[in-house]
């Protein structure tokens, strides 16, 4: 086995790479292309192909794809071969510029809400030359961002790079008053700490619930669940630990900085956390990981699980957004700094953030809001719905003593002299994390903890990136105008948290007084995804977006309908297995398993009249529960026919919420209750007991 070092990035055709391969002129058109977004001229771009060509092709690939994320929220890519004919009827291997740079993949049949017509369905594909291309199963894959004809954002990438665009205006604009002009870029770096699932295969393919929409909707609670919290940090199984070694070594091949796993909370649940990255570069890790976690385990006979809630009653999936803001020079402006003058730069960063947070907590929550996660927020293991930050009692206290105008005295009892100018430097204060919080301060960087495990972390990036270049521009405005800048800061920062500070909340946030009291704050809780999403085509959004030319209006509502269709399409498509589930396995299996015990008393009379209560009470148990079952399963059919009648999508979303899960719900619970009382080897499905410790 190669060591690390040499497997790091050996599938990517990374900067190296390109220094390697390419003639000087061209490596250095490419590297302003990447670094400053500069076109890139045709004849560059063959270069460029063709060194990537044949790169590939050395490494065995075939074929190469522009590898893109469109709406569905996983990856799209469609392959053709370098090959080409030539005169004498043989083949030579050939990549152009124009294929690298530009694709038109017939992608008629992936979402676009409304935005693409089918007659003009080709919408087509664009090199991001800041995401190196890569070598995946023997096909170059070049990441692209996709646009309709008329260039209107079809993907998640395309918006993500905007948002990126808009907060590097922004911040440079705040640094430029600091007196820095030489940050060429600042960027936004995203760490996503991804849970999963793995479970055995053979077990997953026997469950058609998870088969067909990622979790189980049947299942009685194991004897054991995750009470004892010992798997948690766990030693790791033979077979986990293999899938884990090989899933690093792949994705260390594709350049993605693998570092962490553990066991985590719930029996059988994972983490993986990688090394931050720029944001961007990020996303595409993450679905990459995603990609292979599934791949990987399918080859070790396991199942990755990474929908939210795959279990009732048992730890869900969730991804840890890390985001912070660094110079193209690599300082971290979510860092306090060294000097007074760092820490007013820090401080007026940090209350741009919590104003961004406080004005667009309803955008924030809906980033986060599936009709997955919705299992998660607001039950007692997730953050709930409420947005709200985290800050530690040191910066609160900080910024606290700076809005009272009074002195800071810190926990070491050491007199702090508070005004922007002479600010001390401060501890790091990594002792009282807050793991309750949605959004939590950890240092020099901030972890929103309420995304969804199968989340594309494009969306909340978008939100975050947007919402906070919006309040920075807001307070560039205000202070490039001022002719007492030390002073004006001063002021803005005390004012910005003056006004924000409701949304920082050092306590429980599990805790029902905390929802009380939020309410009390005027925090809005957006409880389900239905509730949440219309926040999306509200004018303010619109505004926010249009203005730093993140989302156009018509693209906004085309996200809105695929987000609400996709809401309503998961609801259906659950009652239906669960329908399909409960008349084809369930039923046939509590005959078969009556069929046993009605013959039983017949033979013991026959044999002197034994006693026959055990198998009456059984008999008139099931018989009473299966009664309830064929109600509620007809329930179930007549309440997702009537969603038929429903023309709009809010309706039909809400429908499926009150009324079509309800339903599900109370079917779930008698299907559960007979799974306790029918013989297991009777029972169709393996139990949540089986799956969870079937590793
Ligand atoms: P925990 O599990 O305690 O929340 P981890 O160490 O598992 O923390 O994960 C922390 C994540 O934060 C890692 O992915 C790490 O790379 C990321 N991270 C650290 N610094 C930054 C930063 N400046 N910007 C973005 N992400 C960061
Ligand atoms: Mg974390």
Redesign the pocket.
Known sequence: MSKGTDLFGSMVFGDTVMRERLPKDAYKALKKTISEGKHLERDVANVVANAMKDWAVEKGATHFTHWFQPMTGITAEKHDAFISPTSDGQIIMEFSGGELVRGEPDASSLPSGGLRATFEARGYTVWDTTSYAFIKDGTLCIPTAFCSYSGEALDKKTPLLRSMEAIDKQARRILKLFGNNTAKRVIT?????QEYFLIDKEMYLKRPDLVYTGRTLFGARPPKGQEMEDHYFGTLKPRVSAFMRELEEELWKLGVLA??KHNEVAPAQH?L????ATTNIATDHNQLTMELMKSIANKHGLACLLHEKPFAGVNGNGK?N???I?TDTGA?L?EPGETPCENAQFLLFLVAVIKAADDYQDLLRLSAASAANDHRLGANEAPPAIISMFLGDELTGILEAIEAGTAYQNSKKHEMEIGVTVLPHFPKDMTD?NRTSPFAF?G??F?FRMLGSSFSVSGPNIVLNTAVADVLCQFADALEKSDNFKGDLAKLIKKTFSEHKRIVFNGNNYSDEWVIEAENRGLSNLKTTVDALPEFITKKSADLFAKHHVFSAAEIHSRYEILMESYCKTLHIEALTMIDLTKREIIPALIAYQNEIVKLPALKKSLGDLDTSLEEYLMSRIAKLSGCLLKKLKTLENVLLESKDKEDVLELAGYYRDKVFHSMSELRLIVDELETIVGKDYWPLPSYAEMLYSV
């Open positions: 770096t995203v760490g996503p700490e570092k962490t983490e956390a990688p090394i931050f840890h890390n985001w912070s660094s971290n979510l994390r950890t020099n960087k972890e």
